[in-house]
């Protein structure tokens, strides 16, 4: 795909995904759910992948901010910026349709944690919000890496992102994981499992059922 080919795909999926909320966006996955029985990445304990998600997202946000602050004075290394904005499109919409499609579902009806999981979805939005301005600001300094006023809004963009992120992986880390791994049985952390490996694989990874040996009330949990 060239240059101004992938350009066109990104500003047409900002433009979609602004418009396309967690329902949809899990009704269109569904559909493309796959059953693959070889080369699956298999994963034993979808938390742990969660958790590891986490860490390789916030070794690339910091990637972000040393391009930015390398940049003061000189040009950008736009390349290094879009790799990170690479990772987002594909690793983190990944790690999201984990949470949102095998996740999420299997929590709705915990009354505790189900406020939790419609600020958490939220937040998918607001972060993608600031990746498409990434994007944006990633074509006005493929034109001219010098911009002192581009290179200070990515600076601010970075910061912005790496703020935003630590609230909502403190808030999965500390409060969600923990309560899903409290209310959910080994049944419903294996097709967790199969869904996250099976989206690694090329498959749709599904969707989360019910599940949970106690998700209707958190008094049962
Ligand atoms: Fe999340
Ligand atoms: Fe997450």
């Known amino acids: 795909m060239s240059r101004s080919e992938k350009k066109k795909a990104t500003r047409r999926r900002c433009r979609r995904e602004s418009t396309t909320d967690a329902r949809a966006r899990a009704l269109l996955t569904l559909t493309a759910t796959v059953t693959r029985d070889h080369d699956v990445e298999v994963i034993q304990d979808p938390f742990v992948q969660l958790t590891r998600s986490h860490r390789r997202l916030e070794e690339r946000l910091e990637d972000l901010r040393w391009a930015a602050r390398g940049a003061r004075g000189a040009a950008v290394d736009v390349d290094a910026v879009r790799d990170v904005a690479s990772f987002f499109s594909r690793a983190v919409r990944r790690h999201e349709e984990d949470e949102e499609l095998s996740l999420f579902p299997r929590l709705q009806n915990n009354s505790t944690l189900a406020p939790l999981l419609a600020r958490l979805a939220l937040e998918h939005r607001e972060h993608l919000t600031l990746q498409c301005q990434l994007d944006k600001l990633i074509e006005t300094l493929h034109k ?50 199969t869904e996250m490996s099976e989206r690694r694989s090329g498959g749709g990874g599904g969707g989360g059922g019910g599940g949970g040996r106690s998700t209707a009330t958190p008094s049962s949990s």
Do not use: Q
């Open 144 to 193: 001219t890496p010098d911009d002192e006023t581009a290179i200070e809004e990515l600076a601010a963009l970075s910061e912005a992102l790496i703020l935003a992120y630590r609230k909502h992986l403190d808030a999965e880390e500390g409060v969600l994981f923990p309560g899903a791994r409290a209310v959910l049985d080994a049944e419903a952390l294996d097709a967790m499992a």
